[in-house]
């Protein structure tokens, strides 16, 4: 069946360091994939998604490449702040549906 | 009001009451999700409605009723909950357009506790 894994957290970094989040999945045909965000008291806000392979999904300075060859779609930026502190979810659509696959969620706290 | 809101934000109930969620759409979509949210638990999507019509039920217990009486309203009725319950209750829209999916928006929730 269709899964989505991504590494557990929680991730605690210094503002400015480097994120990578990273995520896989399983699925049959060709996914869309996408990473959402969960900031504190919030809803989950569509964070970038990428369609095909190849593709490069990127939003607010984060970024991840849908990678077929690895089924990963890795979630990166190059330098953290303190505002960027939620959880974020990877996410997969395998069919013309309205079905979302979820990971379980990455907390990312931010230090200054 | 922009996007998607929800109310109550907070809820707590005992196992005998029985209350609603409501969540309402301003984005003109066409399509409104009710999701589970537990700790260590990915994200459950519980129903569906599309154009006001039930297009899925995810094998939800039947304490759980939604109703949908427009495509900018969408309730979730509560009656006799147990204790696992207890969670965060999403609601989502999108515009559904065919031969394609589109980008689901979610509301903040409604953190419930069943006492």
């Known amino acids: 069946g269709n899964s989505v894994t991504q590494m557990e957290g929680p991730v605690t970094l210094s503002e400015e360091a480097f994120l990578t989040i990273n995520c896989t999945y399983t699925a049959t045909g060709y996914p869309s994939l996408f990473w959402y965000v969960q900031y504190p008291g919030e809803g989950l806000q569509l964070l970038l998604k990428?369609?095909?392979a190849d593709d490069k999904g990127s939003n607010k300075g984060f970024e991840a490449t849908y990678r077929k060859e690895t089924t990963s779609f890795h979630l990166e930026k190059g330098s953290v702040q303190v505002s960027d502190s939620a959880v974020y979810f990877c996410?997969?659509?395998?069919?013309?549906?309205?079905?979302?696959?979820w990971g379980l969620g990455t907390s990312l706290a931010v230090n200054p | 009001e922009t996007g998607v809101t929800q109310t109550p934000r907070h809820l707590v109930m005992g196992m005998t009451n029985k209350k609603s969620l409501k969540c309402e759409q301003h984005l003109g979509h066409n399509a409104m999700y009710w999701y589970k949210q537990s700790a260590k638990k990915p994200l459950e999507l519980m129903f569906v409605y599309s154009l006001e019509e039930r297009v899925e039920n995810n094998s939800v217990p039947s304490r759980f009723s939604p109703e949908c009486p427009n495509s900018s309203h969408l309730f979730l009725h509560l009656h006799t909950l147990q204790p696992e319950d207890s969670a965060l209750y999403l609601c989502?829209?999108?515009?559904?357009?065919?031969?394609?999916?589109?980008?689901?928006?979610f509301g903040p929730g409604t953190r419930l506790l069943v006492l």
């Open positions: 989502a829209s999108s515009q559904e357009a065919s031969g394609g999916w589109e980008t689901q928006y």
């Open positions: 990428a369609t095909k």
């Open positions: 996410a997969l659509n395998a069919g013309n549906n309205r079905k979302l696959i």
